[in-house]
């Protein structure tokens, strides 16, 4: 019988790189970037110092990548909520419920890197930082487009001047607050808070 180490090496090239981008979101949702260093990484994921630097130039450009991949795989949710054969609404509280959901204390999965790494990587890697940057902005017209499909279909009151940008906007960055101060309080009521509020603004 081989070894797992033996049938990841002799998988495809592609695999190897994504067994050590998925191993690496785990690694650093739990315990952030500076924290895990490449050895670490390697030991975990079963693979050699050299096929890592195969596929990354550094542990900055493995961040990236990581990054990059966490949300390509994030806008996959989002499109598989927007073919739901529902109601704009409904699709806004799928989201944010998922949300909620995955982020409260004491779940260890699905945890979002925004939160994990803004603060942590904005100052000392710009590749890092416009990789999450760009991930939010992309989460951030998803909400808005959904906000607009839910005037259109008459499912979300249009209530207020804001344009459907500038809600998303304020709703994102609400979910984000709550869920760092989730992590600081280790209690799960800021996310309770926002999603009261959404939910409300939302007409339910």
């Not at 499109?79 to 260890?108: M, P, R």
């Not at 500038?166 to 984000?176: G, V």
Request: net charge neutral; aromatic share 12%.
């Amino acid at each position: 019988m081989t070894s797992a180490k033996s049938d990841l090496l002799n998988t495809p090239a592609r695999d190897t790189k994504s067994h050590l981008l998925a191993t690496g979101y785990q690694l650093l949702s739990q315990k952030g970037f500076t924290a895990v260093g490449i050895k670490q990484i390697l030991d975990t994921a079963g693979v050699p110092k050299g096929s890592f630097y195969h596929y990354f130039a550094s542990k900055e450009a493995f961040g990236e990548a990581i990054i990059k991949s966490y949300f390509e795989h994030y806008k996959h949710r989002l499109d598989a909520i927007s073919g739901e054969d529902t109601s704009a609404q409904q699709k806004l509280v799928n989201y944010f419920e998922f949300w909620y959901n995955t982020q409260q204390n004491g779940y260890n999965h699905e945890k979002c890197l925004v939160v994990k790494l803004s603060g942590e990587v904005s100052d000392i890697s710009d590749p890092m930082r416009e990789a999450l940057a760009g991930g939010s902005m992309q989460t951030i017209s998803w909400i808005s487009e959904q906000i607009k499909a839910g005037w259109i279909d008459g499912s979300i009151l249009k209530n207020t001047d804001l344009n459907a940008k500038s809600i998303a906007n304020r709703w994102y960055y609400a979910w984000l607050g709550a869920s760092l101060i989730a992590k600081t309080s280790r209690t799960n009521s800021p996310l309770n808070e926002v999603w009261q509020m959404t939910i409300s603004e939302l007409g339910l």
